[in-house]
């Protein structure tokens, strides 16, 4: 069993309550996370603050060496932490699983510590000179989805620290124990109150409702539904903090007519189903031209056959079962509804507890709620056809600005193409392949601000000029 306590000014805090921890495999108790109250968070953020008096002193060097450090930590501790989120979060230790989460957690870690964002001078002349200086802005509180718990974390601590700031998470209620074990080794590098971890429920107390609307916390950075991103906005308006709002995504695959279905059905499949389609930026819906139509079905279904789907912990899996069963509702329902209306081609169908095989399903409209709506599991909706500036409309057509992708062997034409949807990223030939140089969020409702890169790291300091 893993039980973990709070992580509050450098060591672990035992709450007066906690709540249990399931593996979405087996349905067998996982550990317990500590439940924590407003004056348990109260804690956490004191011990930010006051961490923060030395932290932000720090020289650009030593705040560097100290991601550095969390890096390797994170590299020496991965294996353990693979096998707690498996527990968990249901995702295989194999295939694009927590091994894989912990080697990015490792890599954008190591990225983002080797990043900066130097003073610059704006003007030298006989009229004066101009600074322009980033300052860190304060504690930042971090909220944190169930789907990359670990690697989410590190997207949010990682550069809030590299640039003097320190800061309060709070992952998600399904998967707190491997953010809990996290903090806890990162504290094993920082100093005391620089990191910070409290978990919660949901149902005991709102904590993430109470860090949005926290007067010491100045940011927060939040991975999450537009749903709830939209309610973080509104709390945080109140102290007017600085927001970086990572939030949903529907994200379109177009393919052309002159693709190879063969060459493409792999990249297709895990672009869509990759962590079983719950990934923000994952490949949500299909549309295929009329030429190519039926070949693209049949390679994407022969290829999905094949894949193996078990329970994390063995190591022939390459995907889980769903990872919670609010989300099992949720696709179930949709799947149910999108097989009156269109043709099941793989799938379909629940297996036993949280488990549901790879569901393709075929001849769908755009304003079916499979293609309509997020479904963040593993059921693929494939609508056909025939005209490109129509379908670039239909691709459009959402709230959601996250990701997209273009399939074609002709890459300028499918530039073309990419440039015009709109979204954050978008990708040719491939779905999803996000990199720690290379900035990242939604357009649209899908958020609000970047992660990574120097752009990603600019969002955690407050601009200073000083007019020398
Ligand atoms: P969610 O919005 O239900 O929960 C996210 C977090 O918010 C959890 O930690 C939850 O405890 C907390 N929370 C709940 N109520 C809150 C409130 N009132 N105020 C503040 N926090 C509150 O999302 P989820 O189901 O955990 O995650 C799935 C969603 O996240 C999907 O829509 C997915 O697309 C999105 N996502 C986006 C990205 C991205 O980078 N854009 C990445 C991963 C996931």
Same mark, same amino acid.
């Given at each position: 069993?893993?039980?973990?306590?709070?992580? !509050?000014?450098?060591?672990?805090?035992?709450?007066?309550? %906690?709540?249990?921890?399931?593996?979405?495999?087996?349905?067998?108790?996982?550990?317990?996370?500590?439940?924590?109250?407003?004056?348990?968070?109260?804690?956490?953020?004191?011990?930010?603050?006051?961490? &923060?008096?030395?932290?932000?002193?720090?020289?650009?060097?030593?705040?560097?060496?100290?991601?550095?450090? $969390?890096?390797?930590? @994170?590299?020496?501790?991965?294996?353990?932490?693979?096998?707690?989120?498996?527990?968990?979060?249901?995702?295989?230790?194999? *295939?694009?699983?927590?091994? &894989?989460?912990?080697?990015?957690?490792? #890599?954008? #870690?190591?990225?983002?510590?080797?990043?900066?964002?130097?003073?610059?001078?704006?003007?030298?002349?006989?009229?004066?000179?101009?600074?322009?200086?980033?300052?860190?802005? +304060?504690?930042? +509180?971090? @909220?944190?989805?169930?789907?990359?718990?670990?690697?989410?974390?590190?997207?949010?601590?990682?550069?809030?620290?590299?640039?003097?700031?320190? /800061?309060?998470?709070?992952? %998600?209620?399904?998967?707190?124990? =491997?953010?809990?074990?996290? /903090?806890?080794?990162?504290?094993?590098?920082?100093?005391?109150?620089?990191?910070?971890?409290?978990?919660?429920?949901?149902?005991?107390?709102? !904590?993430?409702?109470?860090?949005?609307?926290?007067?010491?916390?100045?940011?927060?950075?939040?991975?999450? %539904?537009? #749903?709830?991103?939209?309610? $973080?906005?509104?709390?945080?308006?109140?102290?007017?903090?600085?927001?970086?709002?990572?939030?949903?995504?529907?994200d379109?695959?177009?393919?052309?007519?002159?693709?190879?279905?063969?060459?493409?059905?792999?990249?297709?499949?895990?672009?869509?189903?990759?962590?079983?389609?719950?990934?923000?930026?994952?490949?949500?819906?299909?549309?295929?031209?009329?030429?190519?139509?039926?070949?693209?079905?049949?390679?994407?279904?022969?290829?999905?056959?094949?894949?193996? /789907?078990?329970?994390?912990?063995?190591?022939? =899996? $390459?995907?889980?079962?769903?990872?919670?069963?609010?989300? &099992?509702?949720? /696709?179930?329902?949709?799947?149910?509804?999108?097989?009156?209306? +269109?043709?099941?081609?793989?799938?379909?169908?629940?297996?036993?507890?949280?488990?549901?095989?790879?569901?393709?399903?075929?001849?769908?409209?755009?304003?079916?709620?499979?293609?309509?709506?997020?479904?963040?599991?593993?059921?693929?909706?494939?609508?056909?056809?025939?005209?490109?500036?129509?379908?670039?409309?239909?691709?459009?057509? %959402?709230?959601?600005g996250l990701g997209g992708? $273009?399939?074609?062997?002709?890459?300028?034409?499918?530039?073309?193409?990419?440039?015009?949807l709109q979204c954050g990223s978008v990708? !040719?030939?491939?779905?999803? #392949?996000?990199?720690?140089?290379?900035?990242?969020? *939604?357009v649209? =409702?899908?958020?609000?601000?970047?992660?990574?890169?120097?752009?990603?790291?600019?969002?955690?300091?407050?601009?200073?000029?000083?007019?020398?």
């Amino acid at each position: 069993m893993s039980d973990m306590g709070m992580i !509050i000014d450098g060591g672990r805090m035992a709450a007066a309550a %906690s709540f249990d921890v399931t593996n979405p495999s087996t349905g067998e108790i996982v550990g317990s996370a500590p439940n924590a109250t407003p004056d348990d968070l109260d804690k956490a953020v004191s011990a930010a603050k006051v961490a &923060f008096e030395t932290w932000s002193k720090k020289s650009d060097a030593e705040l560097a060496a100290a991601c550095e450090a $969390v890096a390797a930590r @994170i590299g020496e501790h991965a294996e353990e932490l693979a096998h707690l989120l498996t527990k968990e979060q249901g995702k295989p230790l194999n *295939g694009l699983g927590s091994r &894989f989460e912990l080697g990015g957690a490792q #890599a954008w #870690a190591g990225h983002t510590a080797g990043l900066s964002l130097p003073m610059k001078v704006l003007q030298d002349t006989n009229e004066g000179r101009i600074e322009l200086h980033r300052n860190p802005v +304060g504690v930042v +509180g971090s @909220i944190t989805p169930w789907n990359w718990p670990v690697m989410i974390a590190v997207w949010h601590i990682l550069p809030a620290v590299r640039t003097g700031n320190t /800061v309060v998470i709070k992952p %998600s209620p399904y998967t707190p124990l =491997s953010t809990l074990r996290l /903090v806890e080794i990162m504290n094993e590098v920082l100093p005391a109150g620089v990191v910070n971890a409290v978990a919660s429920d949901d149902q005991l107390h709102n !904590i993430g409702a109470a860090m949005a609307a926290h007067p010491d916390i100045r940011k927060m950075v939040f991975t999450g %539904s537009i #749903a709830t991103g939209k309610r $973080v906005m509104m709390t945080a308006a109140e102290t007017m903090k600085r927001l970086t709002l990572e939030l949903g995504g529907n994200d379109a695959g177009i393919v052309l007519p002159d693709v190879d279905a063969k060459q493409i059905a792999e990249g297709l499949f895990w672009g869509g189903f990759i962590n079983n389609g719950q990934t923000c930026a994952a490949m949500k819906r299909l549309y295929v031209h009329e030429d190519v139509y039926d070949d693209v079905c049949d390679a994407l279904v022969d290829y999905a056959r094949n894949v193996t /789907v078990g329970d994390g912990l063995d190591e022939t =899996s $390459v995907l889980g079962p769903i990872a919670n069963q609010m989300q &099992f509702d949720k /696709v179930k329902r949709l799947v149910d509804d999108a097989k009156t209306k +269109g043709r099941v081609l793989l799938g379909g169908e629940p297996g036993e507890g949280l488990y549901f095989a790879p569901t393709i399903i075929a001849d769908l409209s755009h304003d079916d709620p499979l293609v309509a709506e997020e479904q963040f599991g593993p059921a693929l909706p494939i609508v056909k056809y025939s005209d490109i500036e129509e379908v670039i409309a239909l691709a459009n057509d %959402s709230e959601n600005g996250l990701g997209g992708s $273009v399939w074609s062997k002709d890459t300028g034409k499918a530039k073309e193409i990419a440039r015009r949807l709109q979204c954050g990223s978008v990708w !040719i030939n491939k779905h999803g #392949a996000i990199q720690p140089n290379a900035p990242f969020g *939604g357009v649209k =409702s899908s958020g609000l601000g970047v992660e990574f890169g120097e752009e990603g790291l600019a969002e955690y300091t407050d601009i200073q000029v000083v007019y020398c």
